[in-house]
T-cell receptor, first 114, second 112 residues
Framework: DSGVTQTPKHLITATGQRVTLRCSPRSGDLSVYWYQQSLDQGLQFLIQYYNGEERAKGNILERFSAQQFPDLHSELNLSSLELGDSALYFC?????????????FGEGSWLTVV | QKEVEQDPGPLSVPEGAIVSLNCTYSNSAFQYFMWYRQYSRKGPELLMYTYSSGNKEDGRFTAQVDKSSKYISLFIRDSQPSDSATYLCAMSVPDSNYQLIWGAGTKLIIKP
């Protein structure tokens, strides 16, 4: 158990809908990362937050947004969902943002868009 | 060309064999090198973490970094069926805005 908690574990939704994925980082970790992993694809970095502020953006679509709250939990919002958005979405956390910080992953939220 | 190249496999070996997994990279500024193990539909789990060059050993696992060749390796001795997973390499430059660059992952199958 990495200490990173993600909910829900699985969800199925229809195209055009909106979903929210939730992440609680490890105790003491200030940095949260979101990744997308499609079937048989590598990890795609989406976005990073540090202590409530956006720190870095990766290949995140405009239909997707995220935020980190004062209690450090984070949410990833996916809207106008398309079939191609079906993927595993991972949250990860680390203590800080500097290189050398170990990143710990949650178990992921499996999203199926039908 | 991707910054980090990793053969996706699958790599299939018999139980007990020594496994060698590799990544090559193009950015000579990378200093932090990591190997993660990912079981099917589970979150990646950190296996090995190395700073700069050299070897690091942890039980049956050895991580090796050759910066002159821009090449990193993960060796697994006495491989077990439970080692069957996808192995991802990741690396980063010394930076205050830490970003990991990931390999695509190699799927490893250990046959009993």
């Amino acid at each position: 158990d990495s200490g990173v908690t993600q909910t829900p574990k699985h969800l199925i939704t229809a195209t055009g809908q909106r979903v929210t994925l939730r992440c609680s980082p490890r105790s003491g970790d200030l940095s949260v990362y979101w990744y997308q992993q499609s079937l048989d694809q590598g990890l795609q970095f989406l976005i990073q937050y540090y202590n409530g502020e956006e720190r870095a953006k990766g290949n995140i679509l405009e239909r997707f947004s995220a935020q980190q709250f004062p209690d450090l939990h984070s949410e990833l919002n996916l809207s106008s969902l398309e079939l191609g958005d079906s993927a595993l979405y991972f949250c990860a956390s680390s203590v800080g943002t500097d290189s050398g910080n170990t990143i710990y992953f949650g178990e992921g939220s499996w999203l199926t868009v039908v | 060309q991707k910054e980090v190249e990793q053969d996706p496999g699958p790599l299939s070996v018999p139980e007990g064999a020594i496994v060698s997994l590799n990544c090559t990279y193009s950015n000579s500024a990378f200093q932090y090198f990591m190997w993660y193990r990912q079981y099917s539909r589970k979150g990646p789990e950190l296996l090995m973490y190395t700073y700069s060059s050299g070897n690091k050993e942890d039980g049956r696992f050895t991580a090796q970094v050759d910066k002159s060749s821009k090449y990193i390796s993960l060796f697994i001795r006495d491989s077990q069926p439970s080692d069957s997973a996808t192995y991802l390499c990741a690396m980063s430059v010394p930076d205050s805005n830490y970003q990991l660059i990931w390999g695509a992952g190699t799927k490893l199958i250990i046959k009993p």
